[in-house]
């Protein structure tokens, strides 16, 4: 059974429209991440959360807004969406915010037209 | 500016070979190197990890050479099976922090039986 879970798996958007990506993690872990990993590009780190908070952002755009009303949620909300916002976007959560095994969801794969 | 880096982009060895997948980077202050596997349709997964202060790391089949001066490291795959198949990316942290990993932009091994 996935330990992490994130919906939607595969979700198309038209550009400028709002959506809301879902994650939530069954690991007992404090902290939660979100990456990116474009076609060409390696996986990329956006944000880490750890007890609720905001650690770190690596995202220039304010359009990428990440929101956690539970311990073990994360959702990613992403407005104004354009075509290069199209890739597959990583939950993953760890027991701590620092030297701790990074787990992996499946992914939600976006793709904006 | 990447600053980790792999190669080859894609291997194809023969089943029971070695397979040699290879890492550097350019932050010295990475002290953290896991490598993650990522089969299609999956998120990536932990395969094996080393810190700076060791220049070896096995489990099982799967062993991290290290090489802190030419800041290089390599993960050799020994009996490759089909099974192994899949794109393996190496990654780095400063601090001991697992969170904030940068990503190579990985290899994709194929094993032939």
């Known amino acids: 059974d996935p330990k992490i879970i994130q919906k939607p798996k595969y979700l198309v958007a038209v550009t400028g429209s709002e959506k809301i990506l879902i994650c939530e993690q069954y690991l007992g872990h404090n902290a939660m991440y979100w990456y990116r990993q474009s076609a060409k590009k390696p996986l990329e780190f956006m944000f880490s959360y750890s007890y609720q908070k905001l650690m770190d952002n690596q995202t220039a755009s304010s359009r990428f807004q990440p929101q956690s009303s539970k311990k073990n949620h994360l959702d990613l909300q992403i407005t104004a969406l354009k075509p290069d916002d199209s890739a597959t976007y990583f939950c993953?959560?760890?027991?701590?915010?620092?030297?701790?095994?990074?787990?992996f969801g499946e992914g939600s794969r976006l793709i904006v037209v | 500016q990447q600053q980790v880096r792999q190669s080859p982009q894609s291997l194809t060895v023969w089943e029971g070979e070695t397979a040699i997948l290879n890492c550097s980077y350019e932050n010295s202050a990475f002290d953290y190197f896991p490598w993650y596997q990522q089969f299609p349709g999956e998120g990536p997964a932990l395969l094996i990890a080393i810190r700076s202060v060791s220049d070896k790391k096995e489990d099982g089949r799967f062993t991290i050479f290290f090489n802190k001066r030419e800041k290089k490291l390599s993960l050799h795959i020994t009996d490759s099976q089909p099974g192994d198949s899949a794109t393996y990316f190496c990654?780095?942290?400063?601090?001991?922090?697992?969170?904030?990993?940068?990503f190579g932009k990985g290899a994709k091994l194929t094993v032939s039986p």
């Open positions: 990654a780095a942290s400063a601090g001991g922090t697992g969170s904030k990993l940068s």
């Open positions: 993953a959560s760890s027991q701590e915010n620092s030297g701790n095994t990074l787990y």
